[in-house]
């Protein structure tokens, strides 16, 4: 394990280095550095907290080895510490393959109507309470940012910004969790506005963002923004403002156009506007940078088609699948009411013995 000492060293280095700045008071006075430093902290204070029980062990391990002939009772030990320090050694390399660093990031996520019309409309507003159930179960904070409905309550189009409250570690951050959500979801049901009682399927999709947290994080020059104020309007498109308060957002360089009338005051939408354009530039930034290797976002599909799917809800049979993982139990209702974590979980383990898979390579 000689060469894990010589990965864990500058890690256990850089912990010791925050956490000095993290008693500076000064530090705190920003408190996006503040958030950054704490963000790193935690992620790191997982190999700390590995390597520590992994030098115990190896210490209690090599102290029985030595005694060994002089003490019987710990002679008997030394098979069950070799296997305590078997595992402590897998944690531990475990821990040290490198993780998306976006993995603690709050997240802005959108959901899409797409193939289905109203019915499509429809399931996108199931989608939307399902993931509110499960920030809910999970403690998350969440803020609908836009929402566009349609006249029996559906969505055409939804923003939701979800934060984890304080300083998670970065297998439970918010995007550690949803990152793999984004993609086309397929629902299979007999739709509301059906009469006949047949089956239809539609579609709807998921875009995760990680959120940008710092202006300076993404180079947003807002000469290149072009500001259009209007009329919000409701479900049908009847106004339902007197005054120009919806914002939408145009990025000349990249095209990409956010529209937000959630609120009664333009800055605010403006302000919601410019939260979900920053998380779409950091977002196509990091797909650039990335895009050689194919490693970010892979599961994340822009088109709402239906033979792209990621994941099919059938409600007659109560059925999940995810087509990815091969995921699929036969607890529909108990998903839809937020217990999402047994679906999120075979992408988080699939995704891990991918990384396991190359770095071992």
């Given at each position: 394990?000689?060469?894990?000492?010589?990965?864990v060293?500058?890690?256990?280095?850089?912990?010791?280095?925050?956490?000095?700045?993290?008693?500076?008071?000064?530090?705190?006075?920003?408190?996006?550095?503040?958030?950054?430093?704490?963000?790193?902290?935690?992620?790191?204070?997982?190999?700390?907290?590995?390597?520590?029980?992994?030098?115990?062990?190896?210490?209690?391990?090599?102290?029985?080895?030595?005694?060994?002939?002089?003490?019987?009772?710990?002679?008997?030990?030394?098979?069950?510490?070799?296997?305590?320090?078997?595992?402590?050694?897998?944690?531990?390399?475990r821990?040290?393959?490198?993780?998306?660093?976006?993995?603690?990031?709050?997240?802005?996520?959108?959901?899409?109507?797409?193939?289905?019309?109203?019915?499509?409309?429809?399931?996108?507003?199931?989608?939307?309470?399902?993931?509110?159930?499960?920030?809910?179960?999970?403690?998350?904070?969440?803020?609908?940012?836009?929402?566009?409905?349609?006249?029996?309550?559906?969505?055409?189009?939804?923003?939701?910004?979800?934060?984890?409250?304080?300083?998670?570690?970065?297998?439970?951050?918010?995007?550690?969790?949803?990152?793999?959500?984004?993609g086309?979801?397929?629902?299979?049901?007999?739709?509301?506005?059906?009469?006949?009682?047949?089956?239809?399927?539609?579609?709807?999709?998921?875009?995760?963002?990680?959120?940008?947290e710092?202006?300076e994080?993404?180079?947003?020059?807002m000469?290149?923004?072009?500001?259009?104020?209007?009329?919000?309007?409701?479900?049908g498109?009847?106004?339902?403002?007197?005054?120009?308060?919806a914002?939408?957002?145009?990025?000349?360089?990249?095209?990409?156009?956010?529209?937000?009338?959630?609120?009664?005051?333009?800055?605010?939408?403006k302000e919601?506007?410019?939260?979900?354009?920053?998380?779409?530039?950091?977002?196509?930034?990091?797909?650039?940078?990335?895009?050689?290797?194919s490693?970010?976002?892979?599961?994340?599909?822009?088109t709402?088609?239906?033979?792209?799917?990621?994941?099919?809800?059938?409600?007659?049979?109560?059925?999940?699948?995810?087509?990815?993982?091969g995921?699929?139990?036969?607890?529909?209702?108990?998903?839809?009411?937020?217990e999402?974590?047994?679906?999120?979980?075979?992408?988080?383990?699939?995704?891990?013995?991918?990384?396991?898979?190359a770095?071992?390579?």
């Amino acid at each position: 394990m000689a060469e894990a000492f010589a990965a864990v060293q500058p890690l256990l280095d850089e912990y010791a280095d925050i956490e000095k700045q993290l008693s500076d008071p000064s530090v705190h006075a920003d408190a996006g550095r503040a958030r950054t430093l704490g963000r790193r902290f935690a992620e790191l204070g997982r190999v700390v907290a590995a390597h520590r029980v992994w030098e115990a062990i190896q210490g209690d391990l090599e102290a029985a080895r030595e005694m060994a002939d002089a003490d019987p009772e710990l002679a008997a030990e030394i098979p069950a510490l070799e296997q305590q320090a078997e595992d402590a050694t897998e944690t531990l390399r475990r821990i040290l393959i490198p993780r998306d660093p976006d993995d603690a990031r709050d997240v802005i996520l959108e959901i899409k109507s797409g193939e289905g019309g109203e019915e499509s409309a429809l399931f996108a507003g199931d989608l939307l309470k399902m993931y509110l159930k499960f920030a809910e179960n999970k403690g998350w904070k969440a803020e609908v940012l836009e929402a566009s409905q349609t006249d029996m309550g559906g969505y055409k189009d939804i923003s939701v910004a979800l934060k984890y409250k304080g300083n998670p570690q970065p297998e439970n951050g918010v995007w550690a969790q949803l990152k793999y959500e984004g993609g086309v979801h397929r629902v299979q049901r007999v739709p509301a506005t059906e009469s006949q009682g047949r089956i239809h399927t539609s579609a709807a999709g998921v875009l995760v963002y990680p959120e940008a947290e710092e202006v300076e994080e993404v180079a947003l020059d807002m000469n290149e923004v072009r500001v259009d104020v209007f009329r919000s309007s409701g479900p049908g498109g009847q106004s339902v403002n007197t005054t120009d308060s919806a914002v939408r957002l145009t990025h000349i360089p990249t095209g990409i156009v956010v529209s937000c009338q959630n609120e009664k005051s333009q800055l605010q939408n403006k302000e919601s506007a410019l939260r979900i354009l920053r998380a779409r530039l950091l977002a196509a930034e990091k797909e650039a940078a990335d895009a050689e290797a194919s490693d970010m976002r892979r599961s994340q599909i822009r088109t709402v088609d239906r033979s792209e799917r990621i994941r099919t809800y059938n409600f007659p049979e109560n059925r999940i699948a995810d087509h990815r993982t091969g995921y699929k139990a036969y607890n529909l209702d108990h998903v839809l009411g937020g217990e999402l974590q047994p679906v999120i979980q075979s992408a988080i383990d699939a995704d891990e013995a991918s990384r396991l898979e190359a770095h071992e390579e």
